[in-house]
């Protein structure tokens, strides 16, 4: 080769691999903008989205109302080989998606066949419903009520041993004995530690011992809340009381949740009223004052329809954000039966989100509209001075 061209040819390849260098592809300019996200810490465009599957700065609490196991309940739950209720459930089935707990109150015994079943006044389930219950997605279980002690103690033994084989966070309001009573329920969700207390103020059986309901007392509320707001991040109370198909709160209501809030209870979740009332806040406590119904066979349409609160409670500062979605608990029932009293002859339970709920309503002997009652929850539900937001269904 000719010593000229030796010379040169290293010289064009260095040239050639700097201008391939400094103009080649960059890895990093090739990544989707989530990539370089990814690397530079930044959010993409849609941050809040991204916040709540990612992120999670907030715990959600979804909380019901009264599960009632009439006896119309029961006998379309049966099958050949024992009991289904969870079809009742099939349309709301999707709405607990997200809940890192969900409260209900399951208003009777399910102390099983041994103990009898029935509905209406004397109550008792069988062990399928608390276990349909927990199905469903209820982990967080009141039993402080006026119906939980309608098979004594031994149906309240029963009761508890039936969700102790279950997959619960905590059970509270009913008890085998004055330690457990006294013996507050903690949970644990994303760090922060919970309490759960539980409060009635009636029981239809007054011939029990005085562990066996948590019943409302100043001593035992002052107590119960004061420890646990001292030992946890966030207590919730669980509180049966009010005038039955009032959509008003009484003055023993409004007393009740004033002790708890000063004891330090921050959510205060009440049932028994069987219809919904106000949401209202006594300092930093946020008190749903009734949930009404969820699951039962009673015969207003106030007592059937319903819904489910969820309470956002971000894990830095904050208010707890309150939102609802109302449903109805639908069943077949004609005038004349209706006439004849006939409350067995109703059929197809079912419980709807309420914005799906218009034929099944306009079908129902209720002279309303799907639209009539979304317009009185909302104006009900926002009444007591706390906004709530009023959902649709998934």
Known sequence: MHKKLQLILPAIIILLGSVYFLTKPSTDSAQTPSQQNEQSGDRPNNQQDTAK???????????MGDMLPHDTINLRAKTSGGYDYLPMFSEVSSELEGADAVFCNQESPSAGENFGISGYPTFNAPTKFSADLSKYGCNLINLANNHIADKGQAGIDATLSTWDK?????????NSSVAQQNQISYFDIAGKKFAFIAFTDSS????????SINMFSESLATSLATEASANADYVIASTHWGVEDSPSTSASQQSWAQLLADGGVDLIIGTGPHVLQPVEKINDTVVLY?????LSTQLTVEQLVGGIAFIDIPLGEGDPVISFLPTYMSYTWTADEASREDLLARDNLKLYPLDKAQQVIKESLFNTTSNEQLNRVTSLLNSGGVTVEILKSN
């Open 53 to 63: 599957a990612t992120d999670k700065r907030y715990i959600r609490i979804a909380a």
């Open 166 to 174: 279950l997959n619960t966070l905590a059970v509270s309001g009913a």
């Open 204 to 211: 239809n059986n007054t011939q029990i011992s005085d562990f």
């Open 290 to 294: 009734s949930l009404g119904n969820f």
